[in-house]
Nanobody
Framework: QVQLVESGGGSVQAGGSLRVSCAAS????????IGWFRQAPGKEREGVAG????????YYADSVKGRFTISRDNAKNTVYLQMNSLKPEDTAMYYC????????????????WGQGTQVTVSS
């Protein structure tokens, strides 16, 4: 059972960059699909990016492709989301979650969730 803790959120100006981290613990890290999701007030939770911890297979939402990069450091049991060219519409609570590879990023496919880290992008 994997446990997840997000960190690295904060406030940044539009056009800036931020990297959020998802630190995992537990015995199942090596066989997990870690996804980043975000939810803004009044909006549905949406998938942002995902990566398999073993092979590094990735998935990106169209809204962030080319701006965001997901990566992992298995020695540290950590998944990162590098966010560049940030826009005000990227403002949300960002969550990481553990599941299994499905070729998409549906929140219903993920069992374990972190508590989230707030990202705020100002104009």
């Amino acid at each position: 059972q994997v446990q997840l803790v997000e960190s690295g959120g904060g406030s940044v100006q539009a056009g800036g960059s931020l990297r959020v981290s998802c630190a995992a613990s537990g015995y199942t890290y090596s066989r997990n699909y870690i996804g980043w999701f975000r939810q803004a007030p009044g909006k549905e939770r949406e998938g942002v990016a995902g990566i398999t911890t073993g092979g590094g297979r990735t998935y990106y939402a169209d809204s962030v492709k080319g701006r965001f990069t997901i990566s992992r450091d298995n020695a540290k049991n950590t998944v990162y989301l590098q966010m560049n060219s940030l826009k005000p519409e990227d403002t949300a609570m960002y969550y990481c979650a553990a599941g299994a590879w499905t070729g998409s990023l549906n929140p219903a496919d993920f069992r374990n969730w972190g508590q989230g880290t707030q990202v705020t992008v100002s104009s």
